[in-house]
C-alpha cells in the first residue's frame, strides 16, 4: 500500500507518516529529508536544492520529481510506501507516475502551524521564513488537495488533536483499526 500525507508545515503530517510506516511495517519517505541530504552535497543538484531551501521556496519540479522517482525504484519501497510532503504542487502531482493508494491530509489552522514551527526550534523557522512557507503552501500546495478529492483517493483528518488521537483516526479512515 502507498500512501502520501500532506499538510501545511506544523501540521505533524512527519510524525504521522513515521507512525503509521512503523505499524505497517513500510518505509517512510519524508521527502523533504531526501532532497536535505542531497543538499549536502557538492553537485550541481545539491547546490540548487541548498539555495531553494534557504529561501524558503519550492525545490524546482524536475529536479524533485527525478529524485524521487529514482528513490522509488529501490526494492525497499516494493511492499509500499509512506511519502511525507509529497507532491507540493499540481505540475508534481500531475507529473507523478506512482500508484497511491490514499492521501492524507493533516488539517491545522495557521495560528498552529506558527506555534508548533517555532516551538520545534529549527534554525531556518524565522518568522519571514516561516510566512514564507506558509504562503507558498497556500498557493502551491493547498490545490493538490482537490486534485487528489477528484480522484477520491482524499482522505481528511483534524490535526489539532493529541498525536494518538490523530493516529486512531486516520488508521479508522484507511480501515486498518482493530
Same mark, same amino acid.
Not at 109 to 117: M, S, V, W
Not at 142 to 161: N, Q, S, T
Given at each position: 500500500?502507498?500512501? !502520501?500525507?500532506?499538510?501545511? %508545515?506544523? /501540521?505533524? +503530517?512527519?510524525?504521522? $507518516? +513515521?507512525?503509521? $510506516?512503523?505499524?505497517?511495517?513500510?518505509?517512510?519517505?519524508?521527502?523533504?529529508?531526501?532532497?536535505?541530504?542531497?543538499?549536502?552535497?557538492?553537485?550541481?543538484?545539491?547546490?540548487?536544492?541548498?539555495? $531553494?531551501?534557504?529561501?524558503?521556496?519550492?525545490?524546482?519540479?524536475?529536479?524533485?520529481?527525478?529524485?524521487?522517482?529514482?528513490?522509488? +525504484?529501490?526494492? /525497499?519501497?516494493?511492499?509500499?510506501?509512506?511519502?511525507?510532503?509529497? %507532491?507540493?504542487?499540481?505540475?508534481? $502531482?500531475?507529473?507523478?507516475?506512482?500508484?497511491?493508494?490514499? !492521501?492524507?491530509?493533516?488539517?491545522?489552522?495557521?495560528?498552529?502551524?506558527?506555534?508548533?514551527?517555532?516551538?520545534?526550534?529549527?534554525?531556518?523557522?524565522?518568522?519571514?521564513?516561516?510566512?514564507?512557507?506558509?504562503?507558498?503552501?497556500?498557493?502551491?500546495?493547498? %490545490? !493538490?488537495?482537490?486534485?487528489?478529492?477528484?480522484?477520491?483517493?482524499?482522505?481528511?483528518?483534524?490535526?489539532?488533536?493529541?498525536?494518538?488521537?490523530?493516529?486512531?483516526?486516520?488508521?479508522?479512515?484507511?480501515?486498518?483499526? /482493530?
Amino acid at each position: 500500500m502507498n500512501f !502520501v500525507l500532506l499538510g501545511p %508545515p506544523g /501540521s505533524g +503530517k512527519s510524525t504521522q $507518516a +513515521k507512525m503509521l $510506516a512503523n505499524l505497517l511495517n513500510i518505509p517512510c519517505l519524508t521527502v523533504g529529508n531526501l532532497l536535505s541530504y542531497i543538499s549536502k552535497g557538492d553537485t550541481k543538484e545539491g547546490k540548487e536544492i541548498k539555495e $531553494a531551501m534557504e529561501k524558503g521556496t519550492l525545490v524546482d519540479d524536475d529536479l524533485t520529481l527525478k529524485i524521487l522517482n529514482e528513490q522509488l +525504484k529501490s526494492s /525497499s519501497y516494493e511492499n509500499g510506501v509512506v511519502i511525507d510532503g509529497f %507532491p507540493r504542487n499540481v505540475e508534481q $502531482a500531475q507529473d507523478f507516475d506512482f500508484k497511491l493508494d490514499k !492521501v492524507l491530509y493533516i488539517n491545522v489552522t495557521d495560528e498552529e502551524n506558527k506555534k508548533r514551527l517555532f516551538k520545534r526550534g529549527r534554525k531556518d523557522d524565522t518568522l519571514d521564513v516561516v510566512k514564507r512557507r506558509l504562503g507558498v503552501y497556500y498557493t502551491e500546495t493547498k %490545490p !493538490v488537495l482537490d486534485f487528489y478529492k477528484e480522484r477520491g483517493i482524499l482522505l481528511e483528518v483534524d490535526g489539532e488533536r493529541e498525536i494518538e488521537k490523530i493516529h486512531k483516526d486516520i488508521l479508522e479512515k484507511l480501515n486498518l483499526s /482493530s
